[in-house]
């Protein structure tokens, strides 16, 4: 026996174990708001170029340092590029955590290109959520090519295999979604 209706979105189940459980609905149809996903994935591969100068810069000027403090050291210093890989890690987490938990939920590379992320039932990323995104993103490049990104052309909300897999969407923006909208009523 259920304790719901058809459209509540919760159900028991009953025996042995009593479980409670909610069904949230996407929060984003791409039917009734094509404006949302309008260029959001030629927009995002640009996002994500400018992010990876953006953690790339960094991480030059570091090796630089450490190129430099090792010649002046004679030699003892370059033991420090050790510490360049795991620092590389930590610093792409970081940014990839504190941009997208921002209250805008997206990176500064997503900002420019005036797309944000979501979770699919329409709620602001938040810190871990944009760490472990990022995680899955190189994980799933790393096994399976940048050939992933065919994924995006054939759904209707652009969502690639990681966004998939955690439960987010990237949209346009308000004002790029409004600008959109108001450019197809005309």
Do not use: C, Q
């Not at 100068?53 to 050291?73: D, E, M, N, R």
């Not at 987490?93 to 329409?122: D, F, N």
């Not at 790393?142 to 995006?152: F, Y």
């Amino acid at each position: 026996m259920t304790d719901s209706g058809p459209g509540t979105g919760t159900g028991r189940l009953e025996g042995r174990l009593d479980l409670a459980f909610d069904v949230k609905p996407h929060a984003f149809d791409p039917i009734a708001s094509p404006e949302l996903f309008e260029g959001v994935l030629a927009r995002r591969v640009v996002a994500f170029v400018i992010d990876l100068i953006i953690i790339a810069t960094p991480l030059v000027a570091a090796s630089i340092f450490i190129f430099v403090f090792g010649l002046v050291t004679f030699g003892l210093g370059w033991a420090l590029f050790w510490l360049l890989s795991p620092a590389s890690v930590v610093w792409a987490l970081v940014y990839y955590g504190l941009t997208l938990g921002s209250p805008t939920s997206a990176t500064i590379g997503m900002r420019a290109m005036e797309i944000e992320m979501r979770t699919w039932y329409g709620a602001p990323a938040y810190f871990v959520l944009g760490a472990v995104h990022a995680i899955v993103y190189w994980i799933s490049v790393s096994v399976l090519t940048p050939l992933i990104l065919l994924v995006g052309v054939f759904n209707a909300r652009r969502r690639l295999l990681h966004d998939m897999l955690i439960g987010t969407v990237l949209i346009n923006n308000a004002n790029r979604a409004a600008s959109l909208r108001a450019r197809s009523l005309r």
